[in-house]
């Protein structure tokens, strides 16, 4: 129903920044909650950084806080995230994902993208 296509990855150094954004299509976008995961290599897939459809509502992984912003732009179907002060332990395919409830766990979700890799050197 929905498609999911991200952008926005790529290689930084420690400390520096990128913007992920992730383009929905399909359905209505404001009607989803829409986070953020990511996975390392032989690691499961954890929760980044989740928002409510109105936007109002927002959620942050401990390793992320005051570093990460999510954000959505309904007029635009797109959902952000800002990432500041990278750090070399942010490497990690990172996926949008999307569900009716929202959440913290990668079941709650029902959409995802194909990930994109974010690559931090030190």
């Known amino acids: 129903q929905v498609q999911l296509v991200e952008s926005g990855g790529g290689l930084v150094q420690a400390g520096g920044s990128l913007r992920l954004s992730c383009a929905a299509s399909g359905r209505t976008f404001s009607t989803y909650a829409m986070g953020w995961f990511r996975q390392a290599p032989g690691k499961e897939r954890e929760f980044v950084a989740a928002i409510s459809w109105s936007g109002g509502s927002t959620y942050y992984a401990d390793s992320v806080k005051g570093r990460f912003t999510i954000s959505r732009d309904n007029a635009k179907n797109t959902v952000y995230l800002q990432m500041n002060s990278l750090k070399p332990e942010d490497t990690a395919v990172y996926y949008c994902?999307?569900?009716?409830?929202?959440?913290?766990?990668?079941?709650?979700?029902?959409?995802w993208g194909q990930g994109t890799q974010v690559t931090v050197s030190s």
């Open positions: 994902a999307a569900g009716y409830t929202g959440g913290v766990a990668v079941s709650l979700y029902d959409y």
